[in-house]
């Protein structure tokens, strides 16, 4: 069964600087698009980031662009995301998913992670 | 693109036809949307993507239709299980979601 598992989350005072962290299992990493979607508290789902199977094409949202960064290690597995200048509406469970293995840019997801929740806070 | 789901909120019993409307600001190429179910607690599960094509392990009570700007998801039976908050997600441009409508039980 395809896993997906984040970590990282946590209390972060507003400018601050958090990395979140996906380890995956059961499929071939290398062979996917790789996704960051958020849902604050309540609220709906906004999809932050995307990156290709080799890691040279990479997107973001208008609302995280120029102070996230997407990144994976194929040899390891795990996707990243680099998230600085946070803001408190950047609070947010951050769900890694995994796309489709296709040339476009985007995709649907299936499955997604467990989540790890990001308080931006003072 | 703009995503706007209708109702808020569906509220049926068990047994009833749940139809979920998804209604897009300009028309999505090729068909590229999906629909999700999430359950307070846990992460979306995917039901349907190309707007008609069920995932797999997914029932198929749950079905998707729809094209251009107007998309319908149907559980045609609810079950107790069903009752879950739906999303649709296009992904022909730049991802966007619906706002999510939830399907309570009445």
């Known amino acids: 069964e395809v896993q997906l598992l984040e970590s990282g989350g946590g209390l972060v005072q507003p400018g601050g600087s958090l990395r979140l962290s996906c380890v995956a299992s059961e499929f071939i990493f290398i062979g996917f698009d790789m996704n960051w979607v958020r849902q604050a508290p309540g609220k709906g789902l906004e999809w932050v980031s995307a990156?290709?199977?080799?890691?040279?094409?990479?997107y973001y949202g208008d609302s995280v662009r120029g102070r996230f960064i997407i990144s994976r290690d194929n040899s390891k597995n795990t996707l990243y995301l680099q998230m600085n200048n946070l803001r408190a509406e950047d609070t947010a469970v951050y769900y890694c998913?995994?796309?489709?293995?296709?040339?476009?840019?985007?995709?649907?997801?299936?499955?997604w992670g467990q989540g790890t929740l990001v308080t931006v806070s003072s | 693109i703009v995503l706007t789901q209708s109702p808020g909120t569906l509220s049926l019993s068990p047994g009833e036809r749940a139809t979920l409307s998804c209604r897009a600001s300009?028309?999505?190429?090729?068909?590229?949307l999906a629909w999700y179910q999430q359950k307070p607690g846990q992460a979306p599960r995917l039901l349907i993507y190309?707007?008609?094509s069920g995932a797999t392990g997914i029932p198929d009570r749950f079905s998707g239709s729809g094209s251009g700007t107007d998309f319908t998801l149907t559980i045609t039976r609810l079950e107790p299980e069903d009752f879950a908050v739906y999303y649709c997600?296009?992904?022909?441009?730049?991802?966007?979601f619906g706002g999510g409508t939830k399907v309570e039980i009445k």
């Open positions: 997600q296009q992904y022909a441009t730049s991802p966007s």
């Open positions: 300009q028309s999505i190429t090729s068909n590229y």
């Open positions: 998913a995994k796309g489709v293995s296709t040339s476009r840019a985007y995709s649907w997801y299936d499955p």
């Open positions: 990156i290709s199977e080799s890691g040279n094409a990479v």
């Open positions: 190309g707007a008609s």
